[in-house]
């Protein structure tokens, strides 16, 4: 289980920097140690950074049975051909060799709910986390050292089962609770690998 750091060492300004920019932090520079820079070019973080996470083996009907929708009253099917939101989470987790899962609901494919999961090292986890902890919205209730924010109508949950880290999306979730369904089932599907017991916050 990671151990949390009793102070914050992230300002609150860090939280603009893409999840992209805090994994790519965390792989390391060249072989001989240092970073090898050029002074006539400037590339993105992102943009050359190999991926630090492992691939996750269960596939989204595991992740997510179909029971687990029933909560909501509506059907949901997964979606093969959708990808994630260029610059969102989910499209971070794709990068990392995540899994990334979209399902609409039966009669109106414009609900969604996005989930990716990425198994990732312990010092990318510790950044992300800490990150989210300055943001606030820490949820308890998710079992995991979890967070949820609502911005412009779409809830975002996210959990971290260590060494995974779990984030879902939908205008379902319109706050914490709507999204436990799915984090509860995301959880326990990669258990017993996934720490079931929470990290502290503080």
């Given at each position: 289980?990671?151990?949390?750091?009793?102070?914050?060492?992230?300002?609150?300004?860090?939280?603009?920097?893409?999840?992209?920019?805090?994994?790519?932090?965390?792989?390391?520079?060249?072989?001989?140690?240092?970073?090898?820079?050029?002074?006539?070019?400037?590339?993105?973080?992102?943009?050359?950074?190999?991926?630090?996470?492992?691939?996750?083996?269960?596939t989204c009907a595991e992740?997510?049975?179909?029971?687990?929708?029933?909560?909501?009253?509506?059907?949901?099917?997964?979606?093969?051909?959708?990808?994630?939101?260029?610059?969102?989470?989910?499209?971070?987790?794709?990068?990392?060799?995540?899994?990334?899962?979209?399902?609409?609901?039966?009669?109106?494919?414009?609900?969604?709910?996005?989930?990716?999961?990425?198994?990732?090292?312990?010092?990318?986890?510790?950044?992300?986390?800490?990150?989210?902890y300055e943001r606030g919205?820490?949820?308890?209730?998710?079992?995991?050292?979890?967070?949820?924010?609502?911005?412009?109508?779409?809830?975002?949950?996210?959990?971290?089962?260590?060494?995974?880290?779990?984030?879902?999306?939908?205008?379902?979730?319109?706050?914490?609770?709507?999204?436990?369904?799915?984090?509860?089932?995301?959880?326990?599907?990669?258990?017993?690998?996934?720490?079931?017991?929470?990290?502290?916050?503080?």
């Open positions: 289980m990671t151990t949390r750091r009793s102070a914050r060492a992230i300002s609150v300004a860090a939280l603009a920097v893409p999840a992209a920019l805090v994994l790519a932090a965390c792989s390391g520079g060249d072989s001989g140690g240092s970073p090898t820079r050029t002074p006539t070019t400037a590339p993105s973080a992102s943009a050359t950074a190999a991926p630090i996470g492992k691939r996750i083996s269960q992740l997510v049975p179909d029971t687990t929708f029933a909560v909501y009253g509506k059907q949901f099917e997964l979606d093969a051909s959708a990808t994630p939101e260029k610059g969102s989470a989910a499209a971070k987790i794709a990068q990392q060799r995540g899994r990334v899962c979209v399902f609409h609901e039966v009669s109106d494919e414009s609900m969604t709910i996005t989930l990716a999961v990425a198994d990732l090292p312990e010092k990318s986890l510790t950044n992300l986390k800490d990150a989210l919205g820490s949820v308890p209730t998710y079992r995991v050292e979890g967070y949820f924010a609502l911005t412009d109508d779409v809830g975002r949950a996210d959990a971290f089962a260590d060494p995974y880290w779990i984030t879902t999306s939908s205008t379902l979730f319109t706050e914490p609770g709507s999204a436990q369904p799915v984090v509860d089932a995301v959880r326990q599907a990669l258990a017993p690998a996934a720490s079931s017991t929470a990290t502290p916050a503080g």
